[in-house]
């Protein structure tokens, strides 16, 4: 606002020139009577045009006056509804987060409340061995909390895989993604036995692939499998996945068939494992 003065300050003076001007040839003229019209005439001649470019002058700054001052303060609320969205957006975050806390934890117990025949411990994941496509995760529990070697690790999705050593508050399981890893199976709407295997080049892809399908199965893509309670470590009835692709064995009369596991190994964090 100072520089809008500092920029008209000579029309402003020259203004109150012609003010002080009009306002002295008006007292001139009032003090003459007889000439009273003729002078009113002339003042008001050359006093309106004056007054009224004064008056806008003047409306003028007071209007970039209240103009800053509507500016500051909207630039103070603009500031105030930034912070309360910020803090309402903190907090929704918040929220969200709490409610897949809550969510993870119920389905974690609904698992237990599933497998109630079995005595189970839940562990939470403190590494993934990536390098490996999580052939391998560690937990944080071990021997102090009952956990040993060859017992059947499940989440919420299904099963996960075994222990395959342990110490005193650790953990490592193997999954059913590792090569080295085989599971007695079950396609639930044939009733087909099977064998669920690790494979090295379906490893990286987060898949592993059921063997030994007798060739007249009618099993297809979408099917569901579960693990059949043969081997020694598994209890039959665990969710182990689904079946995406099956075509006949090039190397035996049998089918084969490429399973998506139910677990997300990559977002997977915590376990039960089943005590035996």
Not at 1 to 6: A, G, K, L, V, Y
Not at 91 to 109: A, G, H, M, P, Q
Not at 232 to 256: E, H, R
Not at 266 to 273: I, R
């Amino acid at each position: 606002m100072q520089d809008w003065f500092d920029a008209n300050k000579k029309l402003i003076l020259i203004l109150s020139g012609v003010t002080i001007l009009v306002l002295c040839i008006m007292a001139v003229l009032t003090a003459n009577k007889s000439k009273n019209v003729w002078g009113t005439n002339l003042t008001n001649a050359i006093f309106i045009p004056v007054q009224s470019l004064f008056t806008r002058s003047t409306s003028g700054i007071a209007s970039i006056g209240e103009n800053f001052a509507n500016s500051k303060l909207l630039t103070q609320q603009n500031l105030e509804l930034e912070k309360k969205v910020a803090d309402l957006t903190n907090k929704n975050i918040e929220l969200e987060s709490y409610k897949v806390e809550n969510d993870r934890l119920r389905n974690l117990l609904d698992v237990k409340s599933s497998t109630k025949e079995y005595k189970t411990v839940a562990a939470e994941i403190i590494a993934k061995d990536i390098g490996n496509w999580y052939s391998i995760i560690t937990i944080d529990k071990g021997t102090d909390k009952g956990i040993a070697l060859n017992q059947p690790v499940i989440s919420p999705k299904g099963l996960v895989g075994h222990v395959t050593d342990v110490g005193k508050d650790w953990a490592k399981i193997t999954t059913i993604l590792n090569s080295g890893t085989s599971v007695g199976g079950e396609i639930i709407r044939t009733q087909d036995i099977a064998m669920l295997e690790g494979d090295a080049v379906l490893q990286s892809q987060g898949l592993c692939k059921m063997t030994y399908i007798s060739k007249n199965s009618t099993a297809m893509s979408g099917d569901e499998i579960k693990t059949n309670g043969l081997g020694g470590i598994y209890p039959k009835g665990l969710l182990i996945g689904t079946i995406k692709n099956i075509s006949t064995d090039a190397n035996t009369i049998s089918q084969v068939a490429v399973v998506v596991p139910s677990v997300d190994f990559e977002k997977l964090s915590e376990v039960l494992v089943i005590l035996k």
